[in-house]
């Protein structure tokens, strides 16, 4: 069963408690139409917080339908991966019982049919429709063809006269030369545009259709085209410029493109911890949290001491590097337990070794504290008791530190 909590609302006096289920908050919002505002916070079955959200019913309509468009939107924007957002939608359905679905279809105001205008037939209009008489059609007159005898011409007698006169005109040679060349040139002219127009005209066509080039947007910074022609590209050297630690370009394009996913590879490169973990608490759904971004999560809290939730977030993909540290810093708290467990996920052999020294000289600090507690020693021997165990602990707390790297020289 999903729960909902009102963080803040205009309307606090209509709902006694501020947390409540899914469906009681459906129940008591649907009818809603003064344009009462809320902001809530959802938490899944196992009463942890998943999703915040701020909702309007008068505007949104039923908040579980709200809910279920919400997350559709996410997934299409790629912010919300495939088995969340079946899960998401799973869960809200499930929290919504036959009975409300049924209460909600009576709250929806019935259609209005529109009546087709009847119309009276008085006594009067029936007796002049019997009295007017029926217009008889008149069928138009049917035009007789004229067929017209077309009298026989000698064609070939009117060709003879015709070529007869044609050689009183036949210019001289010279002439007929000279018009030949004129009319050669006219063609090469022609022919020549018309051949020059088809090249310049496909070449125009081919320029109007080339498509920039990747590298082209990025030589002139044009990273809102860059984003929208080419986004695999895009995030693939977003990536690039994070693992480079390439922060005016991350500033630059974060500019044009204003996505919290670069907000968030923003803040972990510029070491704004507090920062990456308000994105991670806040607005997950509006990331796209793939494995690095999940790991500068889990970074993220290590570097704020809060090793429990770095544990919890980090997953069986996470690098060695990451639990080596984790391992150093639970041990750094004396927690030995919890550092040995982690250490079989760092694969370190410093780190393994330093717990089973830790180990064994806080067992050696144990036995000299039992030592000391029995009665009848002698002062020589209490005395060296208790440099004894003065040394040990300084011992336990300098192997509670991580040893300093020696440089090789070259």
């Known amino acids: 069963m999903l729960t909902v909590i009102i963080i803040k609302s205009d309307a606090d006096h209509l709902f006694q408690q501020k947390e409540m289920s899914l469906q009681d908050f459906i129940v008591g919002t649907v009818s809603l139409e003064n344009g009462e505002s809320f902001e809530v916070e959802l938490l899944n079955p196992q009463h942890a917080p998943f999703y915040k959200v701020n909702y309007n019913p008068t505007l949104n309509g039923a908040f579980d339908l709200y809910l279920l468009q919400r997350f559709k939107d996410l997934r299409k924007q790629k912010h919300l991966d495939k088995a969340s957002y079946e899960v998401f939608c799973k869960w809200v359905k499930a929290a919504c019982s036959e009975e409300l679905l049924s209460s909600r279809k009576t709250l929806t105001p019935p259609k209005k049919v529109r009546k087709k205008k009847e119309y009276l037939v008085t006594e009067e209009d029936e007796a002049t429709k019997v009295m007017e008489p029926k217009a008889t059609k008149i069928p138009k007159k049917v035009k007789s063809k004229k067929t017209k005898m077309k009298k026989s011409i000698n064609y070939s007698h009117l060709a003879k006269r015709f070529v007869g006169k044609l050689t009183n005109f036949l210019p001289s040679a010279r002439v007929a030369i000279w018009i030949g060349s004129i009319l050669l040139l006219l063609g090469l002219a022609v022919g020549g545009g018309v051949t020059i127009a088809y090249f310049t005209q496909d070449k125009q066509e081919t320029v109007a259709t080339e498509k920039t080039s990747f590298s082209k947007l990025l ?73 690095m971004r999940t790991d500068f999560a889990a970074y993220s809290y290590l570097q704020l001491g809060d090793l429990e939730t770095a544990e919890k977030v980090a997953t069986s993909d996470t690098s060695e590097v990451f639990y080596e540290a984790l391992g150093w810093a639970y041990l750094a708290k004396g927690d030995v337990e919890k550092a040995n467990d982690v250490a079989e996920k760092a694969n370190s052999k410093a780190l393994t070794q330093q717990i089973k020294d830790y180990q064994l000289v806080e067992t050696t600090l144990n036995e000299v504290e039992k030592q000391l507690d029995r009665k009848g020693l002698s002062s020589d021997l209490r005395n060296e008791l208790e440099q004894s165990k003065k040394d040990l602990q300084e011992q336990l707390e300098e192997l509670k530190k991580k040893p300093r790297e020696e440089s090789e020289d070259v």
């Not at 002139?220 to 922060?247: G, H, I, R």
Request: some cysteine; proline content about 3%; glycine content about 0%.
């Open 219 to 291: 030589q002139n910074k044009s990273y809102q085209k860059m984003y929208e022609e080419y986004p695999d590209k895009f995030w693939e050297w977003e990536a690039d410029c994070v693992k480079e630690l390439d922060t005016d370009q991350l500033v630059a394009a974060y500019e044009e493109v204003p996505e919290l996913s670069i907000a968030y590879d923003l803040a972990f490169v510029e070491e704004a911890y507090n920062k990456v973990v308000e994105f991670y608490e806040d607005d997950a759904l509006e990331i796209e949290m793939n494995q």
